[in-house]
Nanobody
């Protein structure tokens, strides 16, 4: 199973970006998908997650600005980021709880990260 994230880049404060993360490989089921971020010199933090039923959770710092969504058929999770701030600058990572064919239990898989830079 592999996760690949796309969509990072440089944007001015107040702007927007949309991140995508595609899971591929021997996938029977994906339960929860998440976006994390890690800013320079800081610990990685959970930004948002979404379960297969559609319920979502957000970090307080992004509520009302970011929206997580997923396309189950495409094994893809998105993060729409609006009203970006310089403090949103970080490497954004996706991860997912994936049950592979032949496995009874899900494993946790991570994407490679995509850099988001917000200039003031």
């Amino acid at each position: 199973v592999q996760l690949q994230a796309f969509g990072g880049g440089l944007v001015q404060a107040g702007g927007f970006l949309r991140l995508s993360c595609v899971a591929s490989g021997s996938i029977k089921n994906i339960n929860r998908m998440r976006w994390h971020r890690q800013a320079p010199g800081k610990q990685r933090e959970l930004v948002a997650d979404i379960i297969s039923g559609g319920s979502t959770n957000y970090a307080n710092s992004v509520k009302g600005r970011f929206t997580i969504s997923r396309d189950i058929a495409k094994n893809t999770v998105y993060l729409q980021m609006n009203s970006l701030r310089p403090e949103d600058t970080a490497v954004y990572y996706c991860n997912a709880d994936v049950t592979s064919y032949g496995s009874l239990w899900p494993g946790v898989y991570w994407g490679q990260g995509t850099l988001v830079t917000v200039s003031s």
